[in-house]
């Protein structure tokens, strides 16, 4: 009923903050809620707003679209290559950006979902973009954010965008002596559940992690947008594409208003520091009851645990800029 609820009765704010000064960078952000909370955000009077895309050409066309419509100064946003199926991109782009004045706003919205099994960098491609890079990234710009904190006494915010369907998976997988090794073995991938899954780790992930950076200045946290008109089913294939289809004519919000969640979570204060937003607010009862359980507590631990050495192998010592 909670889904439902939010679904038909509950339409976030309009955003009004203001992000004057801020540097923002939104990842996936050339297309549906992404590109929509970039439109928001360039309207707030944002400093410097980069789209950080694998798709550049797109993210051109989304740049010129999002300058149409608010009028602001073309040379506030910047595109910049991103592609999450490549660890050196993500590399490259955070040394890149490391390299930026300022960072206020990482809010990383990037994800795929996909129903063919397929390495990328050794992992199953869902878990190497929407879990192993993404926090490759966040961790690679700790520093950074961290260093922001301090010379310009602000907090910044380190966003995963992750999805109410985290708690729509059994994740068989949780009882491998490799949790990691076993997604990344094609004859007994799930695919059906493979989204969810990665979504569950990344709630599981940020609940492990936040803890350590409690009193850094940097404030993680997650968030859930609900289900809305985007480009995420996009490689669903028959008969779920028709599925996907028919869910989001009728229950469906607006790449729009799904977008403004994501920009509360860009405004969102300490209170939010680990937590998981609903609807825009703090809504740690919305959590899954495996996340909150014990044995989710015992999951997280290993997962961490895992994701730790996968990251270590990656790039050493990147676990230590928590």
Known sequence: MGFLYSQFFVTPKVPTGSFASQTVIITGSNVGLGKEAARHIAGLGVSKLILACRNTTAAEEAKRDIVSTTKVDPAIIEVWQLDLGSYDSVKDFARR???????????????????????????ESTITVNVISTFLLALLMLPKLKETSKQYNVQPRLIIVSSEVHGWTKMAEKNATNIFNELSNKSTANMSERYPTSKLLEVLVVREIAPKLTGSGVILHMLNPGFCHSNLSRNAEFPKAIIFWLMKTILARTTEVGSRTLVASAEAGEESHGKYMHDGKVGEEHLSPFVTSEEGKRTGEKVWGELKEILEKIEPGVTENL
């Open 97 to 123: 950006a490391s390299s930026l004045p300022r960072v206020d706003v990482i809010l990383e919205n990037a994800g795929i979902a996909t129903d063919t099994f397929q390495l990328m960098e050794g992992h």
